[in-house]
């Protein structure tokens, strides 16, 4: 079944590279650039888990112990944590690059892209308010387009918004479609919690 994931991925890498593409004079990703992978709850389906696990066991024994070592720093402050919404550095992140690029979840491929907001407006990424993308086209003291400055850069691409939310992009008709299933979903540094109960109960 994970064959049938990895067949949707790649379909979802394909347009993907479309909505970048199109929107090149906006985006400002590069490697190192790495604040998308930080303070953040990273939902991530059994599925995609199963998958990241498939790319870490490949990783040489020095990343893998890099990433062990984040992981226990998240999960020690987890287990201090006494709010709601437990926020995190990912663990996979090693000096500042994806150390499973080619194995990360869907949530890290909509990372950087604009979508729309419940207002129907385009709603620029978080990183629009630290220079990065969208920076160059953006409304005074929001996280919208603004028209004028689009105009003013005088390139052809338009910013367009993309339906890029997590719940869409793992709705059960591409689980038809495909032929395979997420699963349970859950923020990521949860798998692991889940896995030291099943290790700490045998
Ligand atoms: S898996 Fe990789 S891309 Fe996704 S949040 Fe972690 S470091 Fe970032
Ligand atoms: S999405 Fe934003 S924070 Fe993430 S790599 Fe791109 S520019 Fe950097």
Do not use: H
């Not at 991925?9 to 199109?22: A, M, T, Y």
């Not at 199963?50 to 992981?71: C, F, P, Q, S």
């Not at 338009?158 to 699963?183: H, K, M, S």
């Amino acid at each position: 079944m994970i064959e049938n994931y990895i067949t949707y991925l790649n379909f979802l890498s394909k347009k993907f590279d479309k909505f970048f593409e199109s929107q090149k004079p906006y985006i400002f990703c590069k490697k190192g650039c790495a604040k998308c992978c930080k303070n953040a709850q990273f939902p991530y389906s059994q599925m995609e888990f199963e998958y990241l696990m498939r790319g870490t066991l490949k990783l040489d024994v020095e990343t893998k112990k890099a990433i062990v070592d984040n992981l226990k720093s998240v999960m020690d402050a987890r287990e201090k944590f006494e709010g709601e919404k437990f926020l995190y550095d990912c663990p996979f992140l090693v000096n500042d690059v994806c150390a499973v690029y080619d194995y990360r979840g869907i949530v890290c491929r909509t990372f950087g892209l604009p979508f729309v907001g419940s207002d129907g407006k385009i709603k620029a990424p978080f990183c629009c308010f630290q220079g990065l993308n969208y920076s160059n086209v953006l409304e005074d003291g929001s996280n919208t387009i603004s028209e004028e400055k689009y105009k003013k850069l005088g390139v052809k691409e338009e910013p367009v918004a993309f339906n890029i939310g997590y719940e869409f992009l793992t709705d059960p008709d591409f689980e038809r479609g495909f032929n395979f299933q997420f699963g349970d979903k859950k923020p990521l540094i949860e798998w692991f919690v889940d896995l030291e109960n099943a290790r700490n109960s045998q």
